[in-house]
């Protein structure tokens, strides 16, 4: 008997080509070692470091992780995350529409997947979104970063049972991401059915995935003080600051407070196609 064989993905990650932590090795590695099939970094405006992933893993075919090249785009209406099917192809912020519509236009002509991260951030709302929302292939109905601040959840995100009933309405695949910025790599993910980079895209289209909360992975206030220590020593004092500023103790809080009864927040959290 033929077995369903079952992928997870973490498609928006930042690297310390923007705001993140991270390099592109480290990253591939670590999502490696936290059994993430895909991944994506996804830097504002830039696919340096994106691109250099990319190649890491290709060349790394013992780790067991597929990078495609994507980007955080700014839009006059917000956030887009934007990946390239084709590594050709792929664009960085400069070379891309800052209208909204126009933005996702051109990403489509390439092939290229849409998602639309952390809907209704900093009390922006999903509303701007909406005459577009049905243009995207995806909606972050669980993005990591946002679950992170715990009680204030509420403020830097769209209620998830309202981006539910947008994904719903609009016929989007619920996409579940990190966002992180720092190791919390793969604590929100897109879990499908198949393999690789080719059959995420072909479950993203059939809007066959499903969105999690991955609580038995994330990472400690010891891991946070490792990281800023090393980079403390490879790069001074204020990297050493922005490891520990990310959110490493407000993570805390979203544990106690989100995380802790896992199966409740597991029913409540995860979103079935
Ligand atoms: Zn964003
Ligand atoms: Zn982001």
């Given at each position: 008997?033929?077995?369903?064989?079952?992928?997870?993905?973490?498609?928006?990650?930042?690297?310390?080509?923007?705001?993140?932590?991270?390099?592109?090795e480290e990253?591939?590695?670590?999502?490696?070692?936290?059994?993430?099939?895909?991944?994506?970094?996804?830097?504002?405006?830039?696919?340096?470091?994106?691109?250099?992933?990319?190649?890491?893993?290709?060349?790394?075919?013992?780790?067991?992780?597929?990078?495609?090249?994507?980007?955080?785009?700014?839009?006059?209406?917000?956030?887009?995350?934007?990946?390239?099917?084709?590594?050709?192809?792929?664009?960085?912020?400069?070379?891309?529409?800052?209208?909204?519509?126009?933005?996702?236009?051109?990403?489509?002509?390439?092939?290229?997947?849409?998602?639309?991260?952390?809907?209704?951030?900093?009390?922006?709302?999903?509303?701007?979104?909406?005459?577009?929302?049905?243009?995207?292939?995806?909606?972050?109905?669980?993005?990591?970063?946002?679950?992170?601040?715990?009680?204030?959840r509420?403020?830097?995100?769209?209620?998830?049972?309202?981006?539910?009933?947008?994904?719903?309405?609009?016929?989007?695949?619920?996409?579940?991401?990190?966002?992180t910025?720092?190791?919390?790599?793969?604590?929100?993910?897109?879990?499908?059915?198949?393999?690789g980079?080719?059959?995420?895209?072909l479950?993203?289209?059939?809007?066959a995935?499903?969105?999690?909360?991955?609580?038995?992975?994330?990472?400690?206030?010891?891991?946070?003080?490792?990281?800023?220590?090393?980079?403390?020593?490879?790069?001074?004092?204020?990297?050493?600051?922005?490891?520990?500023?990310?959110?490493?103790?407000?993570?805390?809080?979203?544990?106690?407070?989100?995380?802790?009864?896992?199966?409740?927040?597991?029913?409540?959290?995860?979103?079935?196609?």
């Open positions: 008997m033929e077995r369903a064989i079952f992928s997870e993905a973490d498609l928006h990650i930042h690297s310390n080509a923007s705001d993140g932590q991270l390099n592109h990253i591939v590695m670590r999502a490696s070692e936290l059994g993430l099939a895909v991944i994506a970094v996804t830097d504002h405006e830039t696919i340096e470091e994106s691109t250099r992933a990319y190649h890491f893993a290709k060349e790394h075919p013992e780790l067991g992780v597929e990078a495609i090249i994507g980007l955080e785009h700014p839009t006059d209406k917000g956030h887009l995350i934007i990946l390239f099917k084709n590594p050709q192809q792929a664009l960085s912020s400069k070379n891309l529409p800052r209208r909204l519509t126009s933005a996702i236009c051109q990403a489509r002509e390439y092939e290229a997947l849409v998602i639309i991260p952390h809907p209704g951030l900093k009390f922006v709302g999903i509303d701007p979104f909406l005459p577009a929302v049905g243009q995207a292939h995806g909606i972050e109905t669980l993005n990591g970063f946002s679950h992170a601040f715990g009680p204030l509420g403020l830097v995100i769209a209620d998830p049972f309202i981006v539910e009933q947008i994904r719903k309405g609009h016929g989007l695949a619920a996409i579940g991401s990190s966002d910025h720092n190791l919390d790599i793969g604590s929100a993910r897109t879990r499908f059915r198949g393999q980079a080719e059959g995420l895209a479950a993203i289209k059939q809007k995935t499903s969105a999690y909360l991955n609580i038995d992975s994330l990472p400690t206030f010891s891991d946070y003080l490792r990281l800023a220590v090393t980079n403390w020593r490879k790069f001074g004092a204020r990297r050493f600051l922005g490891s520990l500023a990310n959110h490493p103790f407000i993570f805390d809080v979203a544990k106690t407070e989100a995380f802790q009864s896992s199966d409740e927040a597991k029913r409540k959290h995860t979103f079935e196609p």
